[in-house]
């Protein structure tokens, strides 16, 4: 069982910057795609920004330009930086790795880190 730990959310000021790191436990060449999903209070769970095992890369609308996902495949480590940061970017971020295996789709998740962007 594959695990995945987040670390590096905190608290920041308006316009400050975060470096959130999600450590897998084993080879994250053994995913199809790793990424950074966040859901704030009252809210649904979104995509942020995902990478994929040759290195393509997609954001969501509200955070391009700001937040840039990466990945060190010796380290077994995914990143996402994040500059410019918004009170609205305030919501527990949650690392997630997929595996499509012959019996299907798998889906992996982190505990999640707290990113609190004060105003």
């Known amino acids: 069982q594959e695990q995945l730990v987040e670390s590096g959310g905190g608290l920041v000021q308006a316009g400050g910057s975060l470096r959130l790191s999600c450590a897998a436990s084993?080879?994250?060449?053994?995913?199809?795609?790793m990424g950074w999903y966040r859901q704030a209070p009252g809210k649904q769970r979104e995509m942020v920004a995902t990478i994929t095992r040759g290195g393509s890369t997609n954001s969501a609308d509200s955070v391009k330009g700001r937040f840039t996902i990466s990945r060190d495949n010796d380290k077994n480590t995914v990143y996402l930086q994040m500059n410019s940061l918004k009170p609205e970017d305030t919501a527990v971020y949650y690392c997630?790795?997929?595996?499509?295996?012959?019996?299907?789709?798998?889906?992996?998740w982190g505990q999640g880190t707290q990113v609190t962007v004060s105003s």
């Open positions: 997630n790795a997929v595996h499509y295996g012959l019996l299907g789709k798998y889906d992996y």
């Open positions: 084993g080879s994250i060449f053994n995913f199809n795609a």
